[in-house]
């Protein structure tokens, strides 16, 4: 995994913790709500997060994230 950026780190551990409560991953837009930004914001982070191999996910498929 590369070195994440604060932001991304901070995306990275919503993921984390939402999967731990919940037992299935956030969608985009409940990882927004949790970053307090849009649905895309959240999907910018989704995509650098999977290009950094913190998480790997199935495009198009909802709650599909999984850490790395």
């Known amino acids: 995994m590369e070195t994440?950026?604060?932001r991304q780190k901070d995306?990275?551990?919503k993921i984390k913790s939402f999967i731990?409560?919940?037992?299935y991953a956030p969608t985009s837009d409940e990882l927004g709500?949790?970053?307090g930004i849009s649905q895309?914001?959240?999907m910018n982070h989704i995509r650098a997060l999977t290009?950094?191999?913190?998480?790997v996910r199935q495009p198009g498929?909802?709650?599909t994230?999984?850490?790395a």
């Open 40 to 42: 895309t914001g959240a």
């Open 51 to 55: 290009r950094k191999k913190a998480i």
């Open 4 to 6: 994440l950026a604060p």
């Open 33 to 35: 709500r949790l970053l």
């Open 65 to 67: 994230i999984s850490i």
């Open 20 to 23: 731990a409560k919940h037992g």
């Open 61 to 63: 498929k909802s709650r």
């Open 11 to 13: 995306a990275f551990d």
